[in-house]
């Protein structure tokens, strides 16, 4: 059983299969699209002939070089409203909001080139940029809150100590808070 012959003038042999993929960088998606043959031809054909196949980080770069704003706005699978005169942004798992801003010096290119929203107000704000070492925190706890009063600047050793203070501080008031909503005949 062989492979079913293509109308086109690139033939289906080892050599061209194999130019197509290395030199032409081509996937075996876009293989199997211009030869008119299904991605499992081609890979079982690849898989059989020896061709051997590109690792994930090697794919994974040919992708971002061929669609360099794949993951860019709308296509961000955490794009959200606009926000901020910030037409490009997201959120991540831990509630903060990241920022479209290639130039940005904490934009990280491993993030996509987005930048910590808060990060980028404090410094708008202050007219000065965030040291490498130093953490933006959120006075009122609310990642999502960054209205220059609730942000502050501080050393990341410093804002390591603060906030299982912090932390201590809100479980006490939420016990006094509890006393007064909820009281026992113990309380009373």
Known sequence: MGLRKTPHTITCDKANIKKLYKEGKLSIKEIAKLLELDYGTVLYYMQTRGIPRRSQKEGRALFDKKNPNFFTGENNPYWKPRIDNYLDQCMDE????YVYVPSHHRA??????Y???????WEQANHQLVSKGWMVHHLNGVKN???PC???A???????????TLQKRIRELEVLLNK???????NV
């Open 154 to 164: 501080m050393l990341g050793k410093k804002h390591d100590r603060l906030i299982p």
């Open 145 to 147: 809150d960054n209205r």
């Open 94 to 97: 831990f509630g903060y909001i």
């Open 150 to 152: 609730n942000l502050e």
């Open 180 to 186: 007064k909503l909820f009281p026992t005949s113990k």
């Open 108 to 113: 990280l290119k491993s993030r996509g080139y």
């Open 115 to 121: 930048a910590p929203l808060h990060i980028i107000a």
